[in-house]
């Protein structure tokens, strides 16, 4: 069964504090690893997505990264409006198998 | 506005009824997929259409069916709705299948009570 785990559940930083989220995934064949962003309440928000194994991507505050096991997202000097729940996914048999994500707290 | 219309924005409801949610997808996008995020379980697939068939299926309760139609949009129906059945129900859209990613709705926020 393939299965996606997000660390850690909740992140409180202050700002301009970097660090990073970690997103382990168990899938044969990766075919997409995906980064979403969401608020309360809304539906997510697409960030990045990332194919293979080296692979970099990064939009302003954010970079992601992937392994043959896992992605990590990257804050760098977050902001207060940074704050968010970050979820990763992978694609299976196409549809995207969501982690449970990560709550980002940051403060001012 | 992420070009993915969901209607109702909230529903309350009594346990034992049946409701209807609306999906409109992004212009040209074909795929249409359902979730549901409760508290709990974070987003969990519940079906997905293509251009009005049905391709794949999460674990959808038998009280809950769905359909895409001609134009494209989809309805999610929920039949004898009880307690658990809160939750935020989000409707996503993609042109060329999941290797893309999704584009999200708003979602329906729906209350059992």
């Known amino acids: 069964e393939d299965q996606v785990t997000q660390s850690p559940e909740a992140l409180r930083l202050q700002e301009g504090e970097s660090s990073s989220l970690n997103c382990s995934y168990t899938?044969?064949?990766?075919?997409?690893l995906f980064w979403y962003r969401q608020d309360p309440g809304k539906g997510p928000e697409f960030l990045f997505t990332?194919?293979?194994a080296g692979e970099e991507k990064e939009k302003e505050r954010l970079k992601a990264t992937l392994t043959k096991k896992e992605s990590f997202l990257h804050i760098t000097a977050p902001k207060p409006e940074d704050s968010a729940t970050y979820l990763c996914?992978?694609?299976?048999?196409?549809?995207?198998?969501f982690g449970t994500g990560t709550r980002l707290l940051v403060s001012p | 506005d992420s070009g993915v219309t969901q209607t109702p924005k909230h529903l309350i409801t009594a346990t034992g009824q049946r409701v209807t949610l609306r999906c409109s997808p992004r212009?040209?996008?074909?795929?249409v997929y359902w979730y549901q995020q409760s508290l709990d379980q974070g987003l969990q697939f519940l079906i997905q259409?293509?251009?009005?068939?049905?391709?794949a299926k999460g674990n959808i309760l038998e009280r809950f069916s769905a359909q895409q139609f001609p134009d494209l949009h989809s309805e999610l129906n929920l039949s004898s709705l009880e307690l658990g059945d809160s939750a935020l129900y989000f409707c996503?859209?993609?042109?060329?299948?999941?290797?893309?990613?999704?584009?999200f709705g708003s979602g329906t926020r729906l209350t059992v009570v």
């Open positions: 212009s040209g996008d074909l795929s």
């Open positions: 996503a859209s993609s042109s060329q299948g999941s290797g893309h990613g999704y584009t």
């Open positions: 996914a992978v694609n299976h048999q196409e549809k995207l198998v």
């Open positions: 899938v044969s064949g990766l075919r997409g």
């Open positions: 990332l194919y293979s």
């Open positions: 259409y293509y251009n009005g068939e049905e391709r």
